[in-house]
């Protein structure tokens, strides 16, 4: 079937805005990821979702950042009140299990959405 | 806590030459190794990993890493490489039983003809 699918693909949006970002993963998969990669550096881990909890969101840098997975299939990550520094590629990943860590299944990324805060 | 080093920023080869990027890392507990490759505008492909057992880890478009406990390297080998390979290489490592990876800042390979 279908990748991780990721909406919309590039994102522009003026300093202080709020903005949505979707992701819609490979059907049946439980584990999913949020990553952000600013220009020029490697992903960084955002939150984690087995089904619909979030298990983990340590990585999410201010209270302005939230995830959700309500139903356990499609995720949303929203930025509120934007800020320049929030500019970067938000990536998502999903993979078909949670048990035995990466090792046992491998993750599946998205292309990811292209966020640019003016 | 992991971390991970990847001190080449860019590597530059001519076609068919071959080519290492290296890799670093740290932990205080035991993890699995990966190389993952970026295209332009696109999402990360797992090239190869390493889990445990033979420390010489074959991946897919004819990439292998070695990896080297009492160094902690895990370095990425090509013996040719084609102008298709040029692209962007992000080594990461995760604690083993967990899903999150820590990821280096990453190496773009640049080949010319």
């Known amino acids: 079937g279908a990748g991780v699918s990721q909406s919309p693909r590039y994102k522009v949006a003026k300093r202080g805005q709020d903005v949505a970002l979707r992701c819609d993963p490979i059907?049946?998969?439980?584990?999913l990821f949020w990553y952000q990669q600013a220009l020029g550096q490697g992903p960084e881990f955002l939150t984690y979702?087995?089904?619909?909890?979030?298990?983990?969101k340590s990585g999410l840098p201010s209270d302005r950042f939230f995830a959700e997975r309500p139903e356990g299939s499609v995720s949303t990550l929203k930025i509120q009140r934007t800020q320049q520094e929030d500019s970067a590629v938000y990536l998502c990943?999903?993979?078909?299990?949670?048990?035995?860590?990466?090792?046992?299944?491998?993750?599946?990324f998205g292309n990811g959405t292209r966020l640019t805060v003016t | 806590a992991q971390s991970v080093t990847q001190l080449d920023s860019q590597v530059p080869v001519f076609e068919e030459a071959p080519v290492e990027l290296r890799c670093n890392y740290s932990?205080?507990?035991?993890?699995?190794l990966f190389w993952y490759v970026q295209y332009p505008n696109q999402g990360l492909q797992l090239l190869l990993k390493?889990?445990?057992?033979?420390?010489l880890v074959k991946g897919i478009n004819g990439f292998e890493a070695e990896f080297n406990k009492s160094q902690t390297s895990f370095h990425l080998r090509k013996p040719s490489v084609h102008i298709s390979d040029t692209a962007e290489y992000f080594c990461?490592?995760?604690?083993?039983?967990?899903?999150?990876?820590?990821f280096g800042t990453g190496t773009r390979l640049l080949v010319s003809p």
């Open positions: 932990s205080s507990v035991s993890v699995y």
């Open positions: 990461a490592v995760a604690p083993t039983g967990f899903q999150k990876l820590v």
């Open positions: 990943a999903s993979s078909l299990v949670s048990t035995g860590g990466i090792g046992n299944s491998p993750l599946h």
């Open positions: 979702f087995q089904n619909e909890a979030q298990l983990d």
């Open positions: 059907s049946g998969h439980v584990s």
């Open positions: 390493y889990l445990s057992g033979s420390t």
